[in-house]
C-alpha cells in the first residue's frame, strides 16, 4: 500500500448534496479509503446529534463537531473547547435587546433563547432539523460548544466587536455561528493528528463553505468543492466538481488517493 493518509471531510455541500442525500459514489469511495488502509473523518459545524445516521451509514467513528470544539477519535472523547459560559450571558443579553434569537448546543441536543422565530425555523430547516424547544437558561449550567445567532447579514458587526471572546462565521443569510476566538476545524484537526501520529503532509481535506477555510489551509492538501464558494477555493490546494457531480470521487482521484 502507499503511504498511509487521514482524509477530512466536511458534510453539508461535501459529502452531502444540496438535497442532503448521500450520493452513492461518495459512499462507494470512502468505503474504498478504509479498504486500502487510510483513516476517514468528518468535519463539521454541526453537533454530534446532528449527523449519527451518516456515521453510522459510512462506519465513520472519527469526527470534528461544532466546527473544531468538540473532537472524537473512534469513539472517544479527545478534545473539547466550550464557549466562557460567562461571556455567553452577555451575549444572550445583547442579543435579546437587539431582537436578535440565539439557539445553543452542545453534544446532546440544542434549545432556543425564544419560543419560535421564523429566522430559526428558516436556517435551521435548510440542515432539515425542527425549530428547537424553548429553553432561555439551557446554557447556564451546560458547556455549550457553539452557539447560533440569528440576524441579516451585517447586523453581526457589532457583536464581533463587543464581544472579541468569541469568533462569528455566517453561514446562512439569517444565522451566524458563534464559536471561541480562536475555535476552527483546523484546531480541532490539529488534535486528532497529533493523537493519530499523522503530519500535515499526509492529511487531505474537503469543504466547501466559508467556515472550511481554515482546514483547507492547514492541512498539506486541501480540496475545494466545485460548488464552493469562490474565496474557500482560492484558498485550496485542489478544485474539484460539484458535490452533485461524483465531486468526492473526482476529488479523490485528483489527488491520487484513489485510481
Keep these: 500500500m502507499e503511504k498511509r493518509s487521514m482524509i477530512f471531510?466536511?458534510?453539508?455541500?461535501?459529502?452531502?448534496?444540496?438535497?442532503?442525500?448521500?450520493p452513492a459514489s461518495t459512499k462507494e469511495a470512502i468505503r474504498a479509503l478504509k479498504e486500502a488502509g487510510h483513516e476517514v473523518a468528518i468535519a463539521t459545524?454541526?453537533?454530534?446529534?446532528m449527523f449519527p445516521e451518516l456515521r453510522k451509514e459510512?462506519?465513520?467513528?472519527?469526527f470534528i463537531s461544532f466546527?473544531?470544539?468538540?473532537?472524537?477519535?473512534?469513539?472517544?472523547v479527545i478534545?473539547?473547547?466550550?464557549?466562557?459560559?460567562?461571556?455567553l450571558q452577555s451575549l444572550t443579553d445583547a442579543a435579546l435587546q437587539s431582537g436578535h434569537p440565539l439557539v445553543y448546543m452542545d453534544h446532546e441536543t440544542m434549545k432556543a433563547s425564544v419560543e419560535h422565530h421564523?429566522?430559526?425555523?428558516?436556517?435551521?430547516?435548510?440542515?432539515k432539523f425542527v425549530h428547537p424547544e424553548h429553553d432561555p437558561h439551557y446554557f447556564k449550567d451546560r458547556e455549550i460548544y457553539q452557539s447560533l445567532l440569528f440576524c441579516t447579514g451585517g447586523e453581526e458587526?457589532?457583536?464581533?466587536?463587543?464581544?472579541k471572546d468569541f469568533h462569528f462565521i455566517r453561514w446562512h443569510q439569517y444565522s451566524t455561528d458563534v464559536l471561541p476566538f480562536g475555535g476552527s476545524k483546523a484546531r480541532g484537526i490539529e488534535r486528532a493528528i497529533e493523537k493519530m501520529g499523522f503530519t500535515k503532509d499526509q492529511v487531505y481535506a474537503f469543504g466547501d463553505g466559508l467556515n472550511d477555510m481554515e482546514m483547507?489551509?492547514?492541512v498539506g492538501n486541501g480540496i475545494a468543492m466545485g460548488n464552493a464558494h469562490d474565496s474557500v477555493k482560492k484558498v485550496a490546494k485542489h478544485v474539484t466538481k460539484n458535490v452533485d457531480e461524483d465531486g468526492i470521487l473526482h476529488g479523490l482521484q485528483l489527488v491520487g488517493l484513489l485510481k
Design 9 to 22: 471531510f466536511d458534510i453539508d455541500g461535501t459529502l452531502l448534496d444540496h438535497d442532503k442525500k448521500l
Design 45 to 49: 459545524g454541526r453537533a454530534p446529534f
Design 58 to 62: 459510512l462506519e465513520i467513528e472519527s
Design 67 to 76: 466546527n473544531g470544539q468538540y473532537v472524537v477519535f473512534n469513539g472517544e
Design 79 to 87: 478534545y473539547k473547547n466550550p464557549l466562557k459560559r460567562d461571556v
Design 118 to 127: 421564523p429566522h430559526i425555523e428558516e436556517s435551521i430547516g435548510t440542515l
Design 157 to 163: 458587526t457589532p457583536y464581533k466587536e463587543g464581544f
Design 216 to 218: 483547507l489551509q492547514y
